[in-house]
Every structure is written in C-alpha cells, then in structure tokens.
C-alpha cells in the first residue's frame, strides 16, 4: 500500500519524506489554510520535494472553471494530480482533463457507486472519506472494500485512496481489504512506529545494561 501524507506543511512531508515514508501528497483548501501559505507556491515547493503525485484541489464548481483551474494546477510540476470533486460538474472536469493525460483525483467520495462514476469518468485516483463516514456511524472501511470488490469486478485501473485516515486503525484496515494507497497525517504516520510493549522492552533493556556499567562509545 502506498503512503501519501495528508498536509501542505512543508517541514513534516520533508521529515516523512526523507524516511521513505511519501509516495505522494495530498492537500485540500483546508489544509492550504491551515498552511498560511499561497496555494500555487505552497504546491510548487511541495513537487520540488515530492516526486510522486501531489493532489492540488481546484476551487471552481462548475466544469468549465474547474478544468481551467486543473490546467493551471497542472503547469505547476508534472507530478501535479488534479483533484475535483465528486459532483456532475467535477466528473466532467475529471474526464476531460484525464483525456489530456493528466492525473486526476476525484475526492469527497462517500458512496460505492460515486466510485464506480468516478472511474467510469477516467479518475487516476478515487478518494473514499473513511474518517467522516465514521462520525457519522458509517463504518468508512465497508466503503473501501465495497469499492475494491467492485473495482476488481470489473477491472478498473482507478487507485483506491483511502482518505480522511484519522487512526493507527483505519490504516492496518485499509492494507487489509487492499486499499492501493491510503493518505494519513504526519501525526497518523508517525504513530504507525508505536507500541506500549516496545515501550516496556526497551525501558527493560536499558535499565539492564545500565546496571552491567558497560557502554559501546
Ligand atoms: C484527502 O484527500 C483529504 O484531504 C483528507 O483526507 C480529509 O481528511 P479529514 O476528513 O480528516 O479532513
């Protein structure tokens, strides 16, 4: 399963970056302002760090705008990934600019058959909301496996983007129905590394050589 980090704030997609940990990155208007930073130099700095697919989501609500907006987006960098969402007007958006070879993903997806749309509609990526579907009592991983299954029914090549991945949880779930790639923050990330127990073995192991009075350096 492939990570993508889900923020704009340059220092942590550097550090999980350096670690191996990006495959790509997603943003959203939210996480733009939560950056303080300008969308389309926030978005050129994150591509010169980033060589897989950066999601830059377009702000405009009807096709016309939005596929210029995803044209703009896209001379940024060419791991630039458009991303529209999930209305009649985003699908049209998403088909013509995946015509013009540019990769595209359909976002705020909450519904199997939104995803089968999406794919039909030429999306390079299809993002499910699991986290919102979860405060609304939904369980968002029967979405990610509804939308796999019927995925390979069918032979689509759209990647499942499990999103709005808010546990440690959420993403042993999304690697096991087969989620292609899941986006997670910084903190969810990180969080992956821990464990009470390796907590409780290293404080043993460190407090045992620490009485034997030997050091390596
Ligand atoms: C994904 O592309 C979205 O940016 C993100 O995962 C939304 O997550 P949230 O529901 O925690 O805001």
């Known amino acids: 399963m492939k990570f993508f980090v889900d923020t704009a704030e340059i220092a942590d997609i550097k550090e999980l970056?350096?670690?191996?940990?990006?495959?790509?990155?997603?943003?959203n208007p939210s996480l733009i302002k939560k950056s303080g930073r300008d969308i389309l130099e926030v978005t050129k700095e994150i591509c010169s760090i980033v060589s897989g697919p950066v999601s830059a989501e377009v702000?405009?609500?009807?096709?016309?705008?939005?596929?210029?907006?995803?044209?703009?987006?896209?001379?940024?960098?060419?791991n630039?990934?458009?991303?529209?969402?999930?209305?009649?007007?985003?699908?049209?958006?998403?088909k013509v600019l995946s015509s013009e070879g540019k990769m595209v993903n359909v976002t705020l997806c909450f519904s199997a058959n939104?995803?089968?749309?999406?794919?039909?509609?030429?999306?390079?990526?299809?993002?499910?909301?699991?986290?919102?579907?979860?405060?609304?009592?939904?369980?968002?991983m029967d979405l990610i496996a509804d939308i796999r299954q019927i995925y390979d029914n069918?032979?689509?090549?759209?990647?499942?983007?499990?999103a709005s991945v808010r546990t440690v949880n959420h993403v042993t779930q999304c690697a096991l129905v087969g989620a292609d790639v899941m986006t997670?923050?910084?903190a969810v990330i990180k969080s992956l590394a821990n464990h009470p127990l390796t907590d409780k073995g290293l404080a043993a192991f460190l407090a045992d050589i620490e009485k034997t009075g030997q050091k390596i350096l």
Do not use: H
């Open 17 to 27: 970056n350096d670690l191996g940990m990006v495959d790509g990155v997603t943003t």
């Open 59 to 78: 702000t405009a609500t009807d096709a016309d705008q939005m596929i210029a907006e995803g044209r703009k987006l896209a001379e940024i960098a060419e």
């Open 154 to 162: 069918y032979g689509f090549e759209t990647e499942i983007l499990a």
């Open 184 to 186: 997670a923050p910084p």
């Open 80 to 94: 630039i990934t458009v991303k529209v969402p999930l209305t009649w007007d985003g699908l049209q958006a998403c």
């Open 114 to 140: 939104q995803a089968l749309i999406a794919a039909k509609a030429g999306a390079t990526f299809i993002s499910p909301f699991i986290g919102r579907l979860d405060d609304i009592n939904i369980d968002g």
